[in-house]
């Protein structure tokens, strides 16, 4: 892109922040090193910045590439040479909360934590959480449906989603900012957002339900035998009345003994030995009543589910300890140059199966693999990370994901559960997704961005 481009591109998007290439190379990619390879970066302040900026992409082919809080583990953000950033990080109102109605009506570039804290003081919840909380977008978890903690109870970002705004490939505005749950008025063309990682339009405005919250919240870290046991647990408390379970993560060995290590627990603080731990959080009306539940629950499903120790947290400090141990999953990076990451949903009660087989299968594939694996338990979905140093190579890649995959769509899983799809899963995509929604998602694309404007390249290439 030349310097006369980017000058009418700053001619063109007068209310918006605009750095050139060498601007961004001095700037914090966020997760992704690529997210950055573009050649200007455009930061609107409003829905007709952004629609100013689409049609000035579209009128030239320019590829533009909408990001959000950067936190994306697909490659959905990762943009090149000659194309354009849409960064909707100036976007970041609360608009509204409607405690009546239960209802937020935010801006896409708000981040899920500021979304939390304005709808806590109404006692309310967006009901999704993530680790990535506090930079993760409202805009980017609507593009990749997001799931988080919470999916089990209040399900991904396409079940919290009343209505959004977005702006065409063409720089028309899309607007269905429906802030009811009952609409029956034709197709429901929000859904073609959600989801589509920003392939056939910008999101920039999203109404969202809100749920309330209980008075105080609970944590107990329990050592079971295996998936099995902690299912037992899990669908106990889920029966119980008067209470909420609000999380059910299950990590395997391999990873608590390296979150121990690498966050410098000491020995004996925590009950980390047993094969799997489970992560519950309860929800109840005060602190008492949910640590007393967590404790006379647990008690009761003791034998039954085989429970080889427990924790109910007694302190803010403890229940804090217990919450690093699953979402500083940084700390593999850390241990390991970039580490191949897979994020899968696996049905029902074939969690014990399939992390045998994927053991004993990398195994074939080298000797040395052993992955580390944990995840949503009661939702299945599991992130998998394999202990290498450094990067794969692509046939490697690709036999790891046929192996992590297989069978997965016959039996109603996912090979990729919450993280998308982008441009490190394209391969994946074409091998072991369903023909012929293959082809009717690539008829979607042509018929709504038939420049191929939209994050070329993502998701259906």
């Given at each position: 892109?030349?310097?006369?481009?980017?000058?009418?591109?700053?001619?063109?998007?007068?209310?918006?922040?605009?750095?050139d290439?060498?601007?961004?190379?001095a700037?914090?990619?966020?997760?992704?090193?690529?997210?950055f390879?573009?050649?200007?970066?455009?930061?609107?302040?409003?829905?007709?910045?952004?629609?100013?900026?689409?049609?000035?992409?579209?009128?030239?082919?320019?590829?533009?590439?909408?990001q959000g809080?950067?936190?994306?583990?697909?490659?959905?953000?990762?943009?090149?040479?000659?194309?354009?950033?849409?960064?909707?990080?100036a976007?970041?109102?609360i608009?509204?909360?409607?405690?009546?109605?239960?209802?937020?009506?935010?801006?896409?570039?708000?981040?899920?934590?500021?979304?939390?804290?304005?709808?806590?003081?109404?006692g309310?919840d967006?009901?999704?959480?993530?680790?990535?909380?506090?930079?993760?977008?409202i805009?980017?978890?609507?593009?990749?449906?997001?799931?988080?903690?919470?999916?089990?109870?209040?399900?991904?970002?396409?079940?919290r989603?009343?209505?959004?705004?977005?702006v065409?490939?063409?720089?028309?505005?899309?607007?269905?900012l429906?802030?009811?749950?009952?609409?029956s008025?034709?197709?429901?063309?929000?859904?073609?957002?959600?989801?589509?990682?920003g392939t056939?339009?910008?999101?920039?405005?999203?109404?969202?339900?809100?749920?309330?919250?209980?008075?105080?919240?609970?944590?107990a870290?329990?050592?079971?035998?295996?998936?099995?046991?902690?299912?037992?647990?899990?669908?106990?408390?889920?029966?119980?009345?008067?209470?909420?379970?609000?999380?059910?993560?299950?990590?395997?060995?391999?990873f608590?003994?390296?979150m121990?290590r690498?966050?410098?627990?000491?020995?004996?603080?925590?009950?980390?030995e047993?094969?799997?731990?489970?992560v519950?959080?309860?929800?109840?009306?005060?602190?008492?009543?949910?640590?007393?539940?967590?404790?006379?629950?647990?008690?009761?499903?003791?034998?039954?589910a085989?429970?080889?120790?427990?924790?109910?947290?007694?302190?803010?400090a403890?229940?804090e300890?217990?919450?690093?141990?699953?979402?500083?999953?940084?700390q593999?990076e850390?241990?390991?140059?970039l580490?191949?990451?897979?994020?899968?949903?696996?049905?029902?009660?074939?969690?014990?199966?399939?992390?045998?087989?994927?053991?004993?299968?990398l195994?074939?594939?080298?000797?040395?693999?052993?992955?580390?694996?944990?995840?949503?338990?009661?939702?299945?979905?599991l992130?998998i990370?394999?202990?290498?140093?450094?990067?794969?190579?692509?046939?490697?890649?690709?036999?790891?994901?046929?192996?992590?995959?297989?069978?997965?769509?016959?039996?109603?899983?996912?090979?990729?559960?919450?993280?998308?799809?982008?441009?490190?899963?394209?391969?994946?995509?074409?091998?072991?997704?369903?023909?012929v929604?293959?082809?009717?998602?690539?008829?979607?694309?042509?018929?709504?961005?038939?420049g191929?404007?939209?994050?070329?390249?993502?998701?259906?290439?």
């Amino acid at each position: 892109m030349s310097a006369s481009l980017v000058a009418e591109l700053r001619a063109a998007c007068r209310n918006a922040t605009v750095w050139d290439a060498a601007e961004l190379a001095a700037r914090d990619p966020g997760f992704d090193a690529r997210n950055f390879g573009a050649s200007a970066l455009v930061r609107p302040r409003d829905t007709e910045g952004v629609a100013a900026l689409v049609k000035f992409c579209a009128e030239r082919g320019i590829g533009l590439v909408p990001q959000g809080g950067r936190t994306g583990l697909a490659g959905g953000a990762a943009t090149s040479a000659g194309q354009v950033i849409c960064d909707l990080g100036a976007m970041n109102r609360i608009e509204e909360i409607d405690p009546s109605a239960r209802v937020a009506i935010v801006e896409a570039g708000a981040t899920l934590g500021l979304l939390q804290e304005a709808a806590a003081q109404h006692g309310l919840d967006p009901g999704i959480d993530l680790a990535a909380r506090g930079s993760a977008t409202i805009g980017g978890m609507v593009s990749t449906n997001a799931g988080g903690i919470m999916a089990f109870r209040n399900g991904t970002m396409r079940h919290r989603v009343l209505g959004l705004e977005a702006v065409l490939p063409d720089g028309r505005v899309f607007s269905d900012l429906t802030r009811v749950l009952k609409t029956s008025a034709g197709y429901d063309l929000k859904h073609l957002f959600i989801g589509a990682e920003g392939t056939l339009g910008i999101v920039t405005r999203v109404a969202l339900r809100l749920d309330p919250v209980a008075g105080a919240s609970a944590i107990a870290l329990v050592g079971v035998p295996d998936a099995q046991s902690a299912q037992r647990i899990v669908r106990h408390f889920l029966r119980q009345t008067g209470t909420r379970l609000s999380a059910a993560e299950i990590l395997w060995q391999r990873f608590a003994a390296l979150m121990q290590r690498t966050l410098g627990y000491a020995p004996g603080s925590l009950p980390l030995e047993a094969p799997c731990l489970l992560v519950l959080g309860l929800g109840a009306d005060s602190m008492e009543a949910a640590r007393a539940a967590l404790e006379d629950g647990l008690a009761a499903v003791w034998d039954q589910a085989g429970i080889i120790d427990g924790l109910v947290a007694s302190s803010d400090a403890q229940a804090e300890a217990i919450w690093r141990l699953r979402e500083e999953t940084e700390q593999i990076e850390r241990m390991h140059h970039l580490p191949p990451s897979f994020d899968v949903s696996v049905p029902g009660g074939a969690l014990d199966d399939y992390v045998a087989r994927i053991e004993a299968g990398l195994k074939r594939v080298d000797a040395s693999y052993a992955p580390y694996v944990f995840g949503h338990l009661a939702d299945g979905n599991l992130h998998i990370s394999i202990n290498t140093d450094g990067p794969v190579p692509h046939e490697r890649h690709e036999a790891i994901e046929d192996l992590l995959y297989e069978g997965l769509n016959e039996a109603g899983g996912s090979f990729s559960a919450e993280h998308g799809v982008g441009l490190d899963k394209r391969d994946a995509y074409e091998r072991h997704a369903d023909p012929v929604k293959r082809e009717l998602a690539r008829r979607v694309k042509a018929m709504i961005d038939p420049g191929n404007v939209m994050n070329p390249g993502k998701v259906v290439g």
